[in-house]
Nanobody, 125 residues
Framework: QVQLVESLVGGSVQVGDSLTLSCDKS????????VAWFRQDAGKERQGVAA???????RYADSVKGRFTISTDHAKNKYTLQMNNLKPEDTSVYYC??????????????????WGHGTRVNVSS
């Protein structure tokens, strides 16, 4: 069974600062898959932030293009979300997720079946 564990480097920050989120993926995987970062505020729908397919195609939400970068170290089964120039609206709980049998990097939460527990990002002005 695949497990995803998020970790955060940097803690709470101020506007314009940077943070790095990491996601360690464990367990056997076969075929196509997509790993993505989502975020969700209380009472709101989960929002796709960035996704990467198993062949390294990438997709970003418009709100983070040019500021966030998703990358992977396949040998270590680690996915990283580098977040630069953070804004107050980036404050949220961030989740790492994986979807199987998908050849493209998708940002639809309903496609993802394996989820991490989430890690909070706070950006203060």
């Amino acid at each position: 069974q695949v497990q995803l564990v998020e970790s955060l480097v940097g803690g709470s920050v101020q506007v314009g600062d940077s943070l790095t989120l990491s996601c360690d993926k464990s367990g056997a995987t076969e075929g196509f898959y997509s790993v993505a970062w989502f975020r969700q505020d209380a009472g709101k729908e989960r929002q796709g932030v960035a996704a990467m397919s198993s062949d390294d195609k990438i997709r970003y939400a418009d709100s983070v293009k040019g500021r966030f970068t998703i990358s992977t170290d396949h040998a270590k089964n680690k996915y990283t979300l580098q977040m630069n120039n953070l804004k107050p609206e980036d404050t949220s709980v961030y989740y790492c997720a994986a979807a199987w049998g998908i050849a493209s990097p998708m940002l639809l939460p309903a496609l993802y079946t394996s989820w991490g527990h989430g890690t909070r990002v706070n950006v203060s002005s």
